[in-house]
Every structure is written in structure tokens, then in C-alpha cells.
């Protein structure tokens, strides 16, 4: 089947990061359905994109999965990629200070919605000898001060990905997993300034801090990682499963003592 009539799923796909993977795969002529839970994403996405299909969904609960792919279904019969993008960056706190609730959140949207996403996914794949990209982070190769529900999750998420690789290379299916390091923008500004608040210094010294911890010493565009993932999903990548793949500017450490 030719690349043109792929259809692609990704998962926070109205905004983002997983907004430029949208726009990367459609622009390469696949069909493509995105998941999201903001509805004015959706929205904005749906002006700015009309070819691209969408759910209003939150992924880590396991009804609105289910509607996400009776949406696929409906619109394609069929599915060829499936990005695991969704995740947040959880609390910033050592351990012993992080709430129950918090971390349960964190695990049950960064981990579970994985699973809840590829177990109704698999079916499908294994059709098309497709391929599965999960959104992992240069934090499940490091440790990670501070953001120990956020780097637990990605660790397991590097762990899945080389298992799923296993269980699937059989059907012509490629799994790999994606690490990229401080992505520029919102989410990162917001981790910045929650890192200051719980070390009781200024932003200003934790920016300086992060851009440190690479030997590029900048911030990762996101657009770089959608043309990554456009690659591993394309046959040029063809052998290139159960990798765990840094996008980060080479990470020197994920120490953030300012």
C-alpha cells in the first residue's frame, strides 16, 4: 500500500507536539485522526487542518479510548500508525512530598493511556504491518530529580516498547520509542518555573540550569521530532525497531542544581 493512503492516529494531536506530527503526516498525503481533550484544540486544529479527523477524548480513561477508535473506524476501517504522544509533566517535588493523587495521574496518563491505546490498536496493526512510535523522554534513560512519577512512567514506557517490539516484529510490525530532551515552548516554561518555586531560586537560574544539560546547550524544537517520527515511520526506517531513540542534543545529565 502506498504512503499516501496510510492512516495515521495520534494521540494530543491538536496541539504541541503531536500537532506537528498531524501536520507532518498529512502533509505526506495520510489520512490522519487525532484524540484530544480540549475541546478549542480540536476546534483550532479543525480550521487550521480540515483533512485531519478528531475525537474529543481523554485517553487515560478507557471509555473515551474505546470512542476514539469506533471514530477510526468509522472514518477509515483501518489503521497503519499509531503515535502515543499523550503525556504531562506531573508534579515537581522530591518523593516523599508528592501526593498520592498526583502520582496516580501521572502513571495512570503517562503509562496506562499506552496501554489502553495499543491493546485496541495491535489488532489492526498486525493487518497492516504498521508501526507504533510511543513518546518517551530523554528522563526514561536518566534519572531525574524532583520528577520521579514524570521519569518512572517514561522508564516503563523505553521497557514496553522494546517488549511490543518483541511480541510484533513477527507480523512486520516496528515499535520505537522516542526521547527527546526540553522540548521549547509552554510545558517546558511551565516545568521551569515549578522547579524554581520548589528549590527557592529563580527561573532565570533553572533555564540557564537545563540549557546546560546538553552538549548543544538549547532547547529541542518540535519540529524536530515530528520529522524524526515521519522517518522511523517511513521505509527508509524499515529495520529499525525496539529502539529507544535520544532527540536532545546529546544529554551530558539531567542534574538541574542551578
Not at 508528592?98 to 496493526?125: C, G, H, K, M, Q
Not at 510490525?173 to 518555586?197: F, L, T, Y
Request: charge should be negative; charged fraction near 20%.
Amino acid at each position: 500500500m502506498s504512503r499516501q493512503a496510510r492512516t495515521v492516529l495520534v494521540t494530543a494531536g491538536a496541539s504541541g507536539i503531536g500537532r506537528w506530527i498531524a501536520k507532518g503526516f498529512s502533509a505526506q498525503g495520510a489520512q490522519v485522526h487525532i484524540c484530544d481533550r480540549s475541546t478549542a484544540a480540536i476546534a483550532a486544529m479543525a480550521t487550521e487542518e480540515p483533512g485531519i479527523t478528531a475525537t474529543l477524548a481523554d485517553v487515560a480513561q478507557v471509555d473515551d479510548v474505546s470512542r476514539v477508535f469506533e471514530d477510526l473506524n468509522d472514518h477509515y476501517g483501518r489503521l497503519d500508525v499509531l503515535v502515543n504522544n499523550v503525556g504531562i509533566s506531573g508534579p515537581t517535588a522530591a518523593m516523599e512530598d508528592i501526593e498520592i493523587e498526583a502520582w496516580d495521574e501521572t502513571i495512570n496518563v503517562n503509562l496506562n493511556s499506552l496501554f489502553y491505546v495499543s491493546r485496541l490498536a495491535i489488532p489492526l496493526l498486525k493487518r497492516s504491518s504498521g508501526q507504533i512510535v510511543n513518546m518517551a523522554s530523554n528522563a526514561g534513560l536518566y534519572g531525574c530529580p524532583l520528577r520521579s512519577p514524570y521519569v518512572a512512567a517514561k522508564w516503563a514506557m523505553i521497557g514496553l516498547t522494546k517488549t511490543l517490539a518483541m511480541e510484533l516484529g513477527g507480523y512486520g510490525v516496528r515499535v520505537n520509542a522516542i526521547c527527546p530532551g526540553s522540548v521549547d515552548g509552554p510545558r517546558i516554561d511551565k516545568v521551569i518555573e515549578n522547579d524554581a518555586i520548589s528549590r527557592g531560586v529563580s527561573e532565570a537560574e533553572i533555564r540557564s540550569a537545563y540549557l546546560t544539560q546538553s552538549s548543544m546547550g538549547k532547547f529541542i524544537d518540535a519540529e524536530d521530532i515530528a520529522q524524526t517520527i515521519l522517518f522511523l515511520c517511513s521505509d527508509s526506517a524499515k529495520s529499525i525497531t525496539g529502539q529507544a531513540i535520544p532527540i536532545d542534543g546529546h544529554t551530558e545529565s539531567l542534574s538541574t542544581r542551578p
